[in-house]
Structure formats: structure tokens, C-alpha cells
């Protein structure tokens, strides 16, 4: 097994071991993320010089016995709305070409703290609004399965370079699924902590109520690792939660999945499911039975609602979060003759189709006459989502589900835009509700990854993750796609 082939837990036992240093290991991520990217278009940038300095420096530190953590060495990436100091963040958009970030996101920092080393960005849907990262000012991002194929999105640069081997770990940002769908539909592992659980401070924002960041790795044990250095309270987001100690598991976690209640909610398992994905979560649920888990169907009356509450809320928090990129304030500036016109051709210019119409659609509901039909009547509705969820973990502990209604499709296959929302049929309700949740892999569909998505409860992301570590076991190694190099 080569060192691209490694997880971050063993990368990082590697180190402590001395049985290779973070230069050697940086070194040939480095060398595969140029020859893979080239052929998926995962990364944007990849950081050569600055990341074989920070690995030199982990290196020093672990010969003078002061490594500051056992990600000390460890390469990641960063999706390209994450603020890194001194390197570009264009979250894949020409208004913010050439931007240049003046300091680190909070997440960032603290994995500088624990002496990660940046390998690099990855792309992304502009502006996170996507479900496939085609409407990159980079290009598309291609699926390492079959490159022929979208890897999902808006995090699907992350997800692909993770899937490729071209990096253990990468940072994404989870609006709508953005983390999950693309780790559903490369093979890998993507964690949407709860809301307010990892600072959003320095994540160029898209839908403030909505966004979290978190991982994507290529195990469950690795998005833990990940997410233990990134999260906590942080002054600079308003919403941050003060943590209490609950990262140890309940004792009857530890025994496989004994007694552990799984709901399955029958809202998402309908006769219009794709049959194959269907099957394998099914038999991912059966597995956990087998494993000692109690499964129960359960409803989610208003699941049938999450989308269109989603997209009546997110595009009213876009129009706000974007009104600051007029080329007066922030973003790149296109000269009219006027300040109207030069308001008009700097957006018009710097803004893609989908961040328009979605801008357009968040100030339409907003406006006077249509607040109350729109925006009030979809925070009323998502107060009626959340109390699904509050009464379904009454009865059950976790809920079970699809990641995705589909597997990967190809490039440019889904031109409108409505069938392009439904790829996010079964991630939104997370957004809107608060909660954790985690897609792994649970099988391969026509040799495309079906992922199989876990929720808890506001701040039961160990659980979460427990669970999904203990079927990830009884399951096996995944593997990786085909290689790229032929």
C-alpha cells in the first residue's frame, strides 16, 4: 500500500512512529494531486512551495519532540470558500477572481494550530450554490469513478480529491448537503456536524443559517479525527455553541450496535426510489440489525416540504449575504457609466446563471407583499420539520436513509434546475432541522457508490459518528476507484 493509499489516523501513526516523515508524505500527495487533478479538475490550486515548507517545519517540531498534535504532518485540503491567509479564496466565482485572504476561517486556524499542512483549494459550485460543481469559474470538477460523471456537489472538488487519493482529508462547507451528496456519490465519508458546532468565522457565506463545515475523509474514524480539531466555540460566530464534554459514547454503543434504536422513515424509502440504492441501504440497515440495532419505521409527516422550504430560506440568505458584492465594497469591478449601471454590469458580470436566479428568487420573497407568503410561512414550516425530528428521536435514536435518490450522473445531465434541487431531496431536511449527519459508502451501483446517510439528534455527532464507525467495520474496506493514471 503506497502513502497516498493511507488515512489520516495511520498516517498520523506513521509519523509518531518515524516510519516516514511529513516532507516524504506531502511530497507524493503532492505529485498525485498534479496528475490526478489534471484529470478530474478537483483541485483550483495546489499549494507546492508553502506545503512542503509547513511539512519540513512539522518535521523539525517531531525531531525536537514538540509536535503540537497528532495531525502535526498530516496534508488537507480546503474547498474555495475557506479563508487561508495569504492564498486565494474565490469560492469558484469571477466576482471574487484573484481574491486574496487577508486572515484564516476559525477552522482553518485550528488545524494550522494542530500542524496540518495545506496541500491546496479544491473547487466547487460557485458560491456553493449546486448540486455538481459544474458551475465552477474553473470548469467542472469530473468523478473519479468515471470521469464522464459529476461528483456531486457543492463540495465536489473535496469529495473527488479525497476519493482519488490525491489528499487524506479536505475541508467542506454543508448548506444543503453540499458535504454529503459529493461523498455519496465519490465513495467517501462527508460530515455535516450540528449547526453552530464548527465556527463558520472566515466561510464565505452563502446561506447563514444553513452553513456548517466539516469534513471529508475516507473513514468515519478520520471525519472524527477531523472534526475533534476544528469545532468548539469561537467569539467571532454568533451562533457558536459552547460545547459540553459529550464526546463519550454511551456505554451500549461500544457493544456493536446492541439495543441501539434506528428509525427508517417511510417519507424516503417510497416506490420511486432507485430500486439498486433502495437495496443496498436496505441491506446496510439489515446489516446493523444484525449487529444488535432495533430498526423501526417512522414518520416525517413535513419531509415532503424540506425542499421547498429550503428554497424559499437559503435564496432569501443568499440575496443578503451577496447585496456586499456590488464592486464598490467587495468584489471585482466592472466601469459604467453610472453607479446603477456599473451596480449592474459588476453583478451581471461577476455572478454565474444559478447565483442570479437565486439572488433574484431570495429578493422576490423578501420583498413587501410576498414576505408573509414566502419567507414567514417557510420559518413556520421549518418549525414544524424540526418538531418531526424532536418526535421521531422519541422514538428512535438514529434515523436512517438514502444520501442521494441517484447515483452520479453524467456531465451535463441535468440542464434545468428543478431535477437538479431534487438531488438534494434527502440532505436539506439536516439544514433546516440543525442536525448532524454523515454519508458513508454502503455499496457500488452500476461501479457508482451509493452512500448511506445517518442522523441524530442536535449535538449527538458521537453517536452519529459511533454508529457509522461500527457498520463501517462490519462492512470493510470500500476501495478506490480505478486509477487515474491508467
Given at each position: 500500500m503506497g502513502?497516498?493509499?493511507?488515512?489520516v489516523e495511520r498516517i498520523s501513526r506513521g509519523l509518531k512512529a518515524g516510519e516516514f516523515g511529513s516532507e516524504e508524505t506531502v511530497r507524493e500527495f503532492l505529485r498525485l494531486?498534479?496528475?490526478?487533478?489534471?484529470?478530474t479538475g478537483s483541485?483550483?490550486?495546489?499549494?507546492?512551495?508553502?506545503?512542503?515548507e509547513e511539512a519540513r517545519a512539522s518535521d523539525e517540531r517531531r525531531r525536537q519532540g514538540k509536535a503540537l498534535s497528532d495531525l502535526d504532518g498530516v496534508p488537507v485540503a480546503l474547498k474555495d470558500n475557506l479563508?487561508?491567509?495569504?492564498?486565494?479564496?474565490?469560492?469558484?466565482?469571477?466576482?471574487?477572481?484573484?481574491?486574496v485572504s487577508a486572515y484564516d476561517a476559525t477552522a482553518v486556524r485550528r488545524l494550522r494550530e494542530a500542524g496540518?499542512?495545506?496541500?491546496g483549494r479544491t473547487n466547487m459550485d460557485?458560491?456553493?450554490m449546486g448540486s455538481s460543481t459544474e458551475t465552477s469559474i474553473h470548469g467542472p470538477t469530473r468523478n473519479p469513478w468515471d470521469t464522464e460523471r459529476v461528483p456531486g456537489g457543492s463540495s465536489g472538488g473535496s469529495a473527488a480529491a479525497v476519493a482519488e487519493g490525491s489528499v487524506p482529508a479536505a475541508l467542506g462547507s454543508d448548506t444543503g448537503g453540499s458535504i454529503r451528496q459529493p461523498a455519496a456519490m465519490c465513495g467517501a465519508v462527508g460530515l455535516k456536524?450540528?449547526?453552530?458546532?464548527?465556527?463558520?468565522?472566515?466561510?464565505?457565506?452563502?446561506?447563514?443559517?444553513?452553513?456548517?463545515?466539516g469534513p471529508l475523509t475516507r473513514t468515519v474514524g478520520d471525519a472524527a479525527i477531523i472534526l475533534k480539531a476544528i469545532e468548539g466555540w469561537d467569539g467571532a460566530d454568533s451562533n457558536s455553541v459552547r460545547l459540553k464534554p459529550e464526546w463519550a459514547v454511551p456505554e451500549r454503543w461500544t457493544d456493536g450496535l446492541k439495543?441501539?434504536?434506528?428509525?427508517?422513515?417511510?417519507?424516503?424509502?417510497?416506490?420511486?426510489?432507485?430500486?439498486?440504492?433502495?437495496?443496498?441501504?436496505?441491506?446496510?440497515?439489515a446489516k446493523m440489525e444484525g449487529m444488535g440495532a432495533e430498526l423501526t419505521e417512522i414518520d416525517l409527516p413535513h419531509a415532503k416540504y424540506a425542499l421547498s422550504v429550503y428554497y424559499v430560506l437559503m435564496p432569501a440568505e443568499v440575496s443578503a449575504n451577496l447585496a456586499r458584492f456590488d464592486g464598490v465594497r467587495y468584489g471585482n469591478r466592472a466601469e459604467a457609466d453610472d453607479l446603477v449601471g456599473t451596480y449592474r454590469r459588476t453583478r451581471g458580470q461577476g455572478f454565474g446563471v444559478e447565483v442570479r436566479r437565486r439572488i433574484m428568487v431570495g429578493n422576490y420573497v423578501l420583498s413587501s407583499g410576498y414576505y408573509g407568503d414566502y419567507y414567514r410561512k417557510a420559518q413556520q414550516v421549518r418549525r414544524l420539520i424540526v418538531g418531526d425530528f424532536r418526535l421521531a428521536f422519541g422514538k428512535c435514536d438514529l434515523i436512517l436513509s438514502p444520501t442521494a435518490p441517484s447515483v452520479a450522473w453524467k456531465l451535463g445531465g441535468k440542464a434545468d434546475s428543478m431535477s437538479m434541487y431534487l438531488a438534494d431531496i434527502f440532505t436539506v431536511s439536516a439544514n433546516v432541522a440543525g442536525l448532524p449527519g454523515i454519508s458513508l459508502p454502503c455499496g457500488l451501483s452500476n461501479g457508482l457508490p451509493v452512500g448511506l446517510q445517518i442522523l441524530g439528534p442536535h449535538f449527538s455527532d458521537g453517536n452519529v459518528l459511533a454508529a457509522a464507525h461500527a457498520y463501517e467495520q462490519a462492512r470493510g474496506p470500500f476501495g478506490f476507484p480505478p486509477p487515474l493514471e491508467g
Open positions: 502513502l497516498s493509499e493511507l488515512t494531486a498534479e496528475i490526478r487533478s489534471a484529470k483541485f483550483v490550486e495546489i499549494y507546492g512551495q508553502s506545503a512542503l479563508l487561508l491567509a495569504g492564498k486565494r479564496a474565490e469560492a469558484a466565482s469571477a466576482i471574487l477572481r484573484g481574491y496540518a499542512v495545506f496541500l460557485e458560491f456553493a456536524p450540528t449547526y453552530g458546532r464548527v465556527s463558520r468565522y472566515g466561510l464565505i457565506a452563502m446561506a447563514s443559517s444553513l452553513d456548517q463545515i439495543g441501539v434504536r434506528i428509525g427508517l422513515p417511510k417519507e424516503y424509502f417510497s416506490s420511486e426510489l432507485d430500486p439498486d440504492i433502495r437495496g443496498l441501504v436496505m441491506a446496510a440497515a
